[in-house]
């Protein structure tokens, strides 16, 4: 029986079947296993704001964040509207979402996302203020990122 050529292999379409109409992307910084094991997590959380590619979607919100150059303060911006996507708007709560997937993932994954999270953390207590009147303003001032000073548009 003849074999079939590499081009006419890689020329036929993937199944795409096992994930449904999400085609798994690889997450930045975090080995194929580790993010198999969180798309996975994504799909079967049952959270709102865990959803697949939310992690992803986090990372990059977290980075974007604290990505301008500078040594000037940042404040986070309030969202306008709770949805999925627009609550990504405010950094805290894709900071939120990184530390639900924490608590969810097995030690492995964990570890290797909260290397991630914990440079990214120490960026932005550089780069932010604390509120002392966090308590009063804030829902979740139990939060240590919720401290923080936020208000405006970022950027300003």
């Known amino acids: 029986m003849p074999r079939r050529r590499p081009g006419a292999l890689r020329a036929q379409p993937r199944d795409s079947r096992a994930w449904g109409d999400f085609v798994p992307v690889r997450i930045h910084g975090i080995s194929t296993d580790s993010t198999l094991a969180i798309l996975r997590l994504e799909r079967l959380s049952d959270d709102y704001f865990v959803y697949p590619g939310a992690t992803d979607r986090a990372l990059r919100r ?32 894709a900071r939120d979402v990184l530390d ?34 966090a308590a009063s303003r804030q829902w979740r001032s139990d939060l240590w990122w919720r401290r923080r000073l936020a208000g405006g548009r970022e950027g300003e």
């Open 62 to 93: 977290y980075r974007a964040f604290l990505a301008p150059p500078g040594r000037r303060p940042l404040y986070p911006q309030y969202s306008e509207c709770g949805c999925r996507g627009c609550s990504f708007d405010d950094v805290r709560h």
């Open 100 to 133: 639900e997937v924490l608590r969810q993932l097995s030690s492995r994954p964990r570890a290797e996302l909260r290397r991630q999270v914990v440079s990214l953390d120490a960026a932005y207590v550089r780069r932010t203020l604390p509120d002392p009147f």
